[in-house]
């Protein structure tokens, strides 16, 4: 079967850095996705790989190891801002989105 | 750029109702869109796929007859929720994508159901 794992919940500090894992099996493969979504509000687009290695964006940055099926977000300079649950998901051989069931992330000051 | 308008935000309305919820591809056209639904702390739960000119494709225990999806341009479809029970009550999410599979899905604010 097809499944995406990712930690359920997880805290960190404002200002610090955390990274958030995900493993996935998929069907074939067509690359992950990152996507934001904070409480009540729909997802926003985060990132995308389907290469092997880190993608940096701003202060996020996604990493993808097809060899391992695992890839992570990294976020630094935690802003409360960041506060939100981040859902990963794998593309399958018919372009499907396996969905993770997301991790909450928790700032404290 | 690829702004995905969703309406309305919130509908409250008594058992049996239908309410219909419209998503818009405001500054691309989407061949492709998509419907969600997502429980409180769940993720979310594909219920169809939706393609401009074709009838929808659902995923398996959504019921074809109670969501009823409409794809009538490359800017608009639309889900309706027919003869609503409080079962019903979720969070609906739109999303659209702008070009190929490859593309990200641009999401809708979504629409908050509640069926009294």
């Known amino acids: 079967g097809q499944n995406i794992d990712q930690p359920t919940e997880m805290t960190a500090t404002e200002g610090a850095i955390v990274q958030i894992n995900c493993t996935y099996q998929?069907?074939?493969?067509?690359?992950l996705f990152w996507y934001q979504q904070h409480a009540g509000e729909a997802p926003t687009f985060l990132s995308y790989?389907?290469l092997d290695g880190l993608e940096e964006k701003g202060r996020f940055s996604s990493f993808l190891s097809r060899s391992k099926g695992y890839s992570y977000l990294l976020l630094k300079e935690l802003q409360m801002k960041d506060s939100a649950s981040y859902l990963c998901?794998?593309?399958?051989?018919?372009?499907?989105?396996?969905w993770g069931a997301g991790t909450k992330l928790i700032i404290k000051p | 750029g690829a702004v995905v308008s969703q309406h309305p935000s919130w509908v409250i309305c008594k058992s049996g109702t239908s309410v219909k919820i419209e998503c818009r591809s405001l500054?691309?056209?989407?061949?492709?869109m998509f419907w969600y639904r997502q429980f409180p702390k769940q993720s979310l739960m594909l219920m169809a796929t939706?393609?401009?000119?074709?009838?929808?494709?659902?995923e398996q225990g959504v019921e074809k007859d109670k969501f009823l999806i409409n794809h009538a341009s490359l800017t608009l479809s639309t889900l309706t929720v027919t003869s609503a029970h409080p079962e019903d009550s979720s969070f609906y999410i739109c999303?659209?994508?702008?070009?190929?599979?490859?593309?990200?899905?641009?999401f809708g604010d979504g629409t908050r159901l509640s069926i009294l």
């Open positions: 999303s659209a994508r702008d070009g190929t599979e490859y593309q990200p899905q641009h």
């Open positions: 500054d691309f056209q989407a061949t492709t």
């Open positions: 939706s393609n401009e000119g074709s009838k929808a494709t659902y």
């Open positions: 998929t069907s074939g493969f067509n690359g």
């Open positions: 790989n389907v």
């Open positions: 998901a794998g593309m399958d051989s018919n372009y499907q989105l396996i």
